[in-house]
């Protein structure tokens, strides 16, 4: 069976208003209102969820109405291609909570430098490097926001 192109949106627009459903399902569980110090807790989560189901609709009505032919969504070698992004992604995702963020993003980011950038190995290691050593100057010393570490930042005495 071929996935079809009017298919596929059809799915997306429902996978959108299902997490916009969830959104506001959520939101309702706090207040959505306007308090006299300002917007409560579920306020901006409550109209971003119901704004996601009105695109949705109007996205599944397009999808319905104007998408008639019968064409496959993707060839062989652009689900292949989207799937050698997907892989490492799901990879990372994965990795991050025994390894940590920043040696998982690190590592993530070599790959696909290395991989889909074309990147040799001396560039491909100093833009993850650069990258990682970013974001943890923003995160944990700029925001002040600690991320997932692993046994690698507590070698390098970075998990206190």
Do not use: N
Not at 55 to 74: E, I, K, N, P
Not at 75 to 80: D, I, M, V
Not at 89 to 100: D, E, F, K, R
């Amino acid at each position: 069976m071929i996935l079809t192109r009017r298919s596929m949106e059809l799915a997306t627009a429902a996978a959108i208003a299902a997490f916009g459903g969830a959104m506001v399902a959520g939101s309702l569980q706090l207040s959505v209102g306007w308090a006299a110090t300002g917007p409560q807790s579920g306020y901006f989560p409550f109209r971003l969820g119901l704004l996601l189901c009105t695109v949705s609709a109007l996205l599944f009505v397009q999808a319905a109405v104007s998408v008639r032919d019968g064409t496959g969504f993707a060839s062989r070698e652009q689900l292949l291609r989207s799937l050698s992004m997907f892989g490492p992604t799901l990879l990372l995702v994965l990795a991050m909570p025994w390894v940590g963020c920043y040696a998982a993003t690190a590592v993530y980011l070599l790959y696909m430098a290395r991989v889909h950038g074309d990147f040799s190995w001396p560039r491909a290691t100093a833009v993850a490097l650069t990258t990682v050593l970013v974001l943890y100057l923003v995160f944990e010393r700029w925001f002040q926001v600690p991320l997932a570490k692993g046994p690698i930042e507590a070698w390098l005495g970075l998990s206190a």
